[in-house]
């Protein structure tokens, strides 16, 4: 895979709805996640409206990202596991099952914050991962999310 194609860029129009990652949402985050060796890596500026209070991220935010990255992340280990190319045919797409965040200091409102996702483990439909945010160096939030592949005719209209 090229590594300049955010995972989110490869889901089809159905799927880039989403408030955290889709590219068609104009009013939501649009994370991308990109593959960077054994991790998925993520880049996000927060906006002054994402004030918990002043100086200080919503926690709210810390949650969405970790569990948009962890979809797309997701996404990655599902193809690796199958030896495809993400991007291939047929489409992998994740939902949270569960997403557990432990916020460990708060997150500073200004800086880039980072997110790396690790693989723990993959199985035939499920992906856990543990992810890390961190601004400026300093960890401020780890999480661990369980996600499970949407079944191909998930959303598809039933005649």
Same mark, same amino acid.
């Given at each position: 895979? /090229?590594?300049?194609?955010?995972?989110? +860029?490869?889901?089809?129009? =159905?799927?880039?709805?989403?408030?955290?990652?889709?590219? %068609? /949402?104009?009013? *939501?985050?649009?994370?991308? &996640?990109?593959?960077? *060796? @054994?991790?998925?890596?993520?880049?996000?500026?927060?906006?002054?409206?994402?004030? !918990?209070i002043?100086?200080?991220?919503? *926690?709210?935010?810390?949650a969405? %990202?970790? $569990?948009?990255?962890?979809?797309?992340?997701?996404? !990655?280990?599902?193809?690796?596991?199958?030896?495809?190319?993400? *991007?291939?045919?047929?489409?992998?797409?994740?939902?949270?099952? &569960? %997403?557990?965040? $432990?916020? #460990?200091?708060?997150?500073p409102l200004?800086?880039?914050?980072? %997110?790396?996702?690790? =693989?723990?483990?993959?199985?035939?439909?499920?992906?856990? #991962? +543990?992810?890390?945010l961190? !601004?400026?160096?300093?960890?401020?939030?780890?999480?661990?999310?369980?996600?499970v592949?949407?079944? @191909? @005719?998930?959303?598809?209209?039933?005649?």
């Open positions: 895979m /090229n590594e300049k194609i955010a995972m989110q +860029d490869l889901y089809g129009e =159905t799927w880039a709805q989403c408030y955290g990652c889709g590219r %068609l /949402n104009e009013h *939501g985050l649009q994370i991308k &996640s990109y593959i960077e *060796g @054994d991790e998925v890596v993520c880049h996000f500026r927060p906006k002054p409206y994402h004030t !918990a002043p100086g200080y991220v919503y *926690g709210g935010l810390v969405s %990202l970790i $569990d948009c990255h962890g979809t797309g992340a997701a996404a !990655a280990a599902g193809y690796a596991a199958e030896g495809r190319a993400p *991007g291939t045919e047929p489409a992998l797409r994740y939902v949270t099952a &569960s %997403l557990k965040v $432990d916020f #460990l200091r708060p997150t200004g800086p880039v914050l980072e %997110l790396r996702a690790r =693989t723990r483990e993959v199985r035939r439909r499920k992906v856990i #991962l +543990d992810i890390t961190t !601004a400026e160096g300093e960890l401020c939030a780890r999480g661990e999310i369980i996600c592949r949407i079944p @191909d @005719d998930f959303g598809r209209v039933k005649e």
